[in-house]
T-cell receptor, first 114, second 112 residues
Framework: DGGITQSPKYLFRKEGQNVTLSCEQN?????MYWYRQDPGQGLRLIYY???????QKGDIAEGYSVSREKKESFPLTVTSAQKNPTAFYLC?????????????FGSGTRLTVV | AQTVTQSQPEMSVQEAETVTLSCTYD???????LFWYKQPPSRQMILVIR??????QNATENRFSVNFQKAAKSFSLKISDSQLGDTAMYFC?????????FGTGTSLTVIP
């Protein structure tokens, strides 16, 4: 079955470390997105990519980095510059010209700083 | 700028009763799409219902229906015959161009 796979489900990071969250899709979708979810704040866009080797900053990109070397993959790195990284992270995808049909979401990664 | 507002952070409903979740949005665009997503305790986001702004007819999916008032920029979700499995966070969302805009969510609890 087609879908989006996020891994790991839970991730713990020490202060000062960079960590990378994985997002893979086999839906042949062009566009991929990373969102951060905090209680009471809904979903906030971190980065998005409409095409391979191209990506754009969202509303809260500071302290994060991404790459899009393959259509299927859009990993997110949470760097040590992100001051408050503890959150739930959701990856999503869509056909780039068909967001009117909605996103497909992964099951998320819960990141905790220890 | 496009914004989506959900003014009810938390709601509860008795099992088998009906509940309505509110959503308003702000846009100057004319052709757009609106969605309700459900996020149960598993945290998996699930599309509940979709509405095309150029269609006046309200969308319906089984027990879920919307009341779309384009002039008022209102898009409420009605859940009929509430079930325990409806307990979840519900997000209203709006899309125009290639961007999605989400509300802050309403946490719904169905009481047995």
């Amino acid at each position: 079955d087609g879908g989006i796979t996020q891994s790991p489900k839970y991730l713990f990071r020490k202060e000062g470390q960079n960590v990378t969250l994985s997002c893979e899709q086999n839906l042949n979708h062009d566009a991929m997105y990373w969102y951060r979810q905090d209680p009471g704040q809904g979903l906030r866009l971190i980065y998005y990519s409409q095409i391979v080797n191209d990506f754009q900053k969202g509303d809260i990109a500071e302290g994060y980095s991404v790459s899009r070397e393959k259509k299927e993959s859009f990993p997110l790195t949470v760097t040590s510059a992100q001051k408050n990284p503890t959150a739930f992270y959701l990856c999503a995808s869509s056909m780039s010209d068909r967001t009117n049909y909605g996103y497909t979401f992964g099951s998320g990664t819960r990141l905790t700083v220890v | 700028a496009q914004t989506v507002t959900q003014s009810q952070p938390e709601m509860s409903v008795q099992e088998a009763e009906t509940v309505t979740l509110s959503c308003t949005y702000d846009t100057s665009e004319n052709n757009y799409y609106l969605f309700w997503y459900k996020q149960p305790p598993s945290r998996q986001m699930i599309l509940v219902i979709r509405q095309e702004a150029y269609k006046q007819q309200n969308a319906t999916e089984n027990r879920f229906s919307v009341n779309f008032q384009k002039a008022a920029k209102s898009f409420s979700l009605k859940i009929s015959d509430s079930q325990l499995g409806d307990t979840a966070m519900y997000f209203c969302a709006f899309t125009w161009g290639n961007q999605f805009y989400f509300g802050t969510g309403t946490s719904l609890t169905v009481i047995p």
